[in-house]
């Protein structure tokens, strides 16, 4: 016998339906339609974040926000996490480097990180393990020391705050997942939260082919939009969340 330690949440059918009836009407489905934009203001707000970017999954956005950073070479990161992590920084030319974890929260150690800096190193890729904060004073100290530039893996930190700041303003750029197994999802989905406004153009052309306007293809992006259903699954279980947080938090 199988027994899960949690399963996904599901809306009302009646509700999901509800939000997505006027679909039919617009027929817009994908490309960053009303849903979209609904769920990005809604999570801003949620997420106590400057701003956001919606993705069709958190490991296309991870990939995005490492692409973001124009350059390749060494990310100082944590073994202790889901091979996407690794796996995006590899795919995307940059090699990673492993950094031991600390014992108590099990992220990045960050009297570890100074010693495996060299002239190589571009960034460091932090992970909010079980949504445990990683310790983002040592991390933005050594950052500005070397002028690296923090991506943070925050798909397990769903509306976690440190400082009364959304978790998702720390660092140059935050990864949140919204797969079915997560406290809050969008079936399959994803975001980065940044504070720059710059990333923002970015991340939109490495998302949607670098098409910049009607006949402007400016990037040689790829295709990693959220569609107007999982936005939708998105604005439903928002509705939902601190409940589904509270029931997670039952022992
Ligand atoms: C730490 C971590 N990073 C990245 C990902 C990738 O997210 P997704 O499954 O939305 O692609 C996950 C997914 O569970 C994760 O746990």
């Keep these: 016998m199988v027994i899960n330690v949690t399963r996904s949440s599901l809306p009302d059918f009646a509700e999901y339906i509800d ?4 679909l039919w009407d617009t027929h817009w489905l994908t490309n960053m339609g009303s849903k979209h934009k609904a769920l990005q ?5 949620y997420l106590k974040v400057k701003d956001i970017t919606l993705f069709t999954n958190g490991h296309l956005a991870l990939e995005a926000a490492i692409e973001a950073l124009d350059r390749k070479g060494e ?3 944590t073994p202790f996490t889901f091979a996407s992590t690794t796996h995006a920084i590899i795919r995307k030319g940059s090699i990673p480097i492993f ?3 600390e014992p108590n929260h099990f992220t990045i150690d960050p009297d570890k990180i100074e010693s495996l ?4 190193t571009i960034a460091i890729l932090p992970v909010h393990v079980y949504g445990n904060v990683c310790d983002v004073d040592k991390i933005a100290k050594i950052a500005a020391k070397y002028q690296l530039k923090v991506i943070y893996d925050a798909a397990h930190a769903f509306k ?9 303003t720390y660092g140059d750029a935050s990864m949140f997942s919204f797969h079915a197994t997560k406290v809050f999802h969008t079936i399959e989905g994803g975001a980065i939260t940044y ?3 710059d990333l923002s153009f970015k991340l939109d052309n490495i998302k949607n082919h670098g098409i910049n306007g009607p006949e402007t293809v400016i990037y040689e992006g790829g295709n990693a939009k959220m569609n107007e259903f999982q936005a939708a699954m998105g604005l439903c279980n928002l509705r939902h969340i601190d409940d589904e947080i509270a029931r997670r938090k039952v022992v």
Excluded: H, P, S
């Excluded at 203001?41 to 707000?45: E, G, I, K, S, T």
């Excluded at 976690?160 to 998702?168: A, M, P, R, T």
């Design 195 to 197: 504070n720059d406004k």
């Design 99 to 101: 950094c031991d974890i």
């Design 160 to 168: 976690v705050e440190y400082l009364d700041q959304g978790i998702g």
């Design 19 to 22: 939000e997505i009836k006027d």
């Design 117 to 120: 800096i060299t002239d190589k």
């Design 75 to 77: 990310i100082i990161t």
């Design 41 to 45: 203001q809604a999570l801003v707000d």
